[in-house]
């Protein structure tokens, strides 16, 4: 309903999922963005007063306060963005603007977001909040065609555009006709004139099949006219832009391109560009030193990367390059840059426009020749990242293009990750032991404490994860007192961690038997095992007390808090009395509690402690 043809007046919120780019697959992150973009446009609109009244925010920072601290993705729709539209009488309160838009939505919908250790996506918030909307709100979301896809985001499903549909086929042909004027009277050089299309179609019109191949064997000059070559090239693009705009771009480049031999995959396409960028007899081994190693770097990493991250990928910064070696370079990143998402590459970021670029590059069967080890992407990423946060000083000097915010931002988030998958485990260990890189990831407690997953099987990280978990209350209103929170419920947990003596009490120890001798010996590994934890803790703990702060915070001098490691997991905070009853779903996947003073009852996730409805009355 309604007219669409100024879509673009009508958007309130837009967001992007990228492929690999964890930030815009953060289901927190997008609630934030979508939350931010609606208070803008409640302050253009004169609505600041609605804006903050919602949550009883007094003014403007404390709304952003409580927007950047707040994890929870349904508090901030809850609370804030569902109660702040329901108050508004329609969309001309927001000049008119009623859509939000999500575009690759897809790419959201996988289990493997955040390296699969998060089951909630910003699809199943979609789904779990479809009804909640004011009916005047619309949704405008772009995604894959693909059967599985098409099934999972079916719920979501409204008015909707498929790629076969008869107005889709016709935007392409209309964008593909308007590229191809620039064009239209081709001419293949000086050696080669071209007839002008009216009269190259007039021709070609009057032959058959068989006569327009023998004449374009025979004279390359006809080839196809206008018409034909915009027919062609929509009938292999099939509805996908991306796909029609590579093809334009690749016919401007050579006018003379066999249409009829273009392959159907995308990814496909774009490496018969490589093959004519490089069409040396030594292509694949060009490759495999230059195009390679840069490739291999964006299918392994999290989110854009630097232009002068990609373009040294590979590279022994010991060994001088010649002046040659240095163009061919050049000339690959200029390749590798078609692959990527345009406005990136203008503000000098890499990230693939499109995930069939890495399915593709990963698939050794339908790919052997230009095959791709996402490993080879992980160590190159893992020693960049680990050179950014433990390098000494003196050694800054000799990476100064790689020691920008961005990349240093990037290698924060991302570093534990990239060592665990390069299997350096002890160097990712380091790093989450680290006071300063600690303290520079307080803001963002829940990845925190991911990456301590990424390591449970190592006892003091795994200490360490669960203070974290504790304190994600506190966090949340001070990332500075992590200090203050790790320290004290890190003070009798290495303790608590200790496995009981299996002796029995009375001393008695049969002689000989086997099962014995392994049970004791069992016993003192355990006990190794313990003091290895302790002296870990200890020493962080250490590094805590004696690390220098840019502000004050209370030491606890005893064990007054939670401890790590406990038999309590996580504290289910927002009942305000007394709770007199708790119980489990039938599945063990939720925690229902009800309260007696505050009138509410309260349904819980059981992964992640989040509250997900109350029900008052």
């Not at 007219?3 to 697959?25: E, G, Y």
């Not at 007839?195 to 006809?222: C, H, I, Q, W, Y």
Request: hydrophobic share 35%; charged share 30%; aromatic share 8%.
């Amino acid at each position: 309903g309604g007219d669409w043809k100024r879509l673009h007046d009508r958007v309130l919120a837009r967001h992007i999922c990228r492929v690999q780019d964890d930030d815009t697959l953060d289901p927190t992150k997008w609630a934030r963005a979508i939350a931010g973009q609606i208070f803008l446009r409640l302050l253009k609109c004169n609505h600041k007063g609605v804006a903050l009244k919602v949550k009883g925010h007094t003014n403007q920072h404390k709304f952003i306060h409580w927007l950047e601290t707040e994890h929870s993705v349904r508090t901030i729709f809850k609370e804030w963005i569902i109660p702040v539209l329901q108050a508004l009488s329609g969309p001309d309160d927001l000049g008119g603007r009623d859509t939000i838009a999500i575009d690759s939505l897809d790419e959201a919908r996988t289990l493997a977001v955040l390296g699969g250790r998060s089951k909630d996506t910003i699809v199943s918030y979609l789904l779990e909040f479809r009804h909640k909307w004011p009916p005047w709100i619309r949704f405008l979301a772009t995604s894959r065609p693909d059967t599985e896809t098409k099934e999972v985001l079916l719920p979501l499903t409204g008015a909707s555009i498929e790629v076969q549909d008869e107005q889709n086929l016709k935007d392409v042909d209309t964008f593909v006709r308007l590229k191809l004027k620039q064009f239209k009277d081709w001419n293949f050089g000086e050696d080669k004139p071209r007839l002008p299309s009216a009269v190259s179609d007039a021709v070609s019109s009057n032959m058959n099949g068989s006569e327009k191949n023998s004449l374009r064997v025979t004279s390359r000059s006809f080839c196809y006219g206008f018409e034909e070559t915009a027919q062609l090239v929509c009938e292999k693009a099939g509805g996908v832009f991306m796909y029609a705009s590579e093809v334009l771009r690749q016919l401007k480049d050579d006018p003379m391109l066999d249409l009829n031999g273009l392959p159907q995959g995308l990814a496909e396409l774009y490496m018969t560009r490589y093959e004519k960028t490089f069409p040396e007899d030594d292509d694949v081994d060009q490759f495999a030193e230059h195009s390679g190693p840069m490739l291999a770097m964006l299918v392994a990493s999290r989110g854009p990367l630097s232009v002068k991250v990609v373009s040294n990928a590979g590279v022994d910064e010991k060994v001088k390059q010649k002046r040659s070696w240095k163009e061919k370079r050049r000339r690959h990143l200029e390749f590798v840059k078609t692959m990527c998402v345009g406005s990136l590459v203008d503000v000098g970021l890499l990230q693939f426009s499109h995930k069939s670029f890495s399915d593709w590059l990963e698939n050794e069967e339908k790919n052997e020749k230009y095959y791709i080890d996402r490993d080879d992407g992980e160590n190159m990423l893992a020693d960049i990242c680990w050179d950014l946060m433990m390098k000494k000083e003196e050694k800054k000097k000799a990476s100064d293009e790689l020691n920008d915010e961005g990349m240093k931002k990037y290698a924060l988030t991302h570093g534990v990750s990239h060592l665990v998958a390069a299997k350096r485990k002890g160097d990712a260990k380091t790093l989450i032991l680290d006071v300063d890189w600690l303290m520079a990831r307080a803001s963002d407690g829940v990845r925190l404490m991911d990456d301590c997953q990424l390591l449970e099987e190592d006892r003091t990280v795994a200490l360490i994860g669960s203070a974290v978990g504790l304190s994600l209350s506190d966090l949340k209103k001070d990332p500075r007192r992590l200090v203050g929170q790790l320290y004290g419920r890190l003070m009798g947990a290495a303790g608590m961690m200790r496995v009981k003596e299996e002796n029995n009490e009375t001393g008695e120890r049969k002689e000989g038997g086997r099962g014995s001798d392994e049970k004791n010996g069992g016993t003192t590994i355990h006990k190794e095992k313990e003091r290895m934890v302790e002296e870990e803790i200890s020493d962080f703990m250490k590094r805590l007390r004696g690390h220098s702060y840019d502000f004050e915070w209370w030491c606890p001098v005893s064990r007054t808090m939670e401890q790590a490691g406990g038999p309590c997991v996580r504290k289910l905070l927002g009942h305000t009395g007394s709770v007199y009853s708790v119980a489990y779903s039938n599945d063990n996947k939720y925690i229902v509690s009800g309260g007696w003073s505050d009138n509410s009852v309260r349904i819980w996730s059981v992964e992640n402690g989040e509250e997900m409805m109350k029900l008052e009355g």
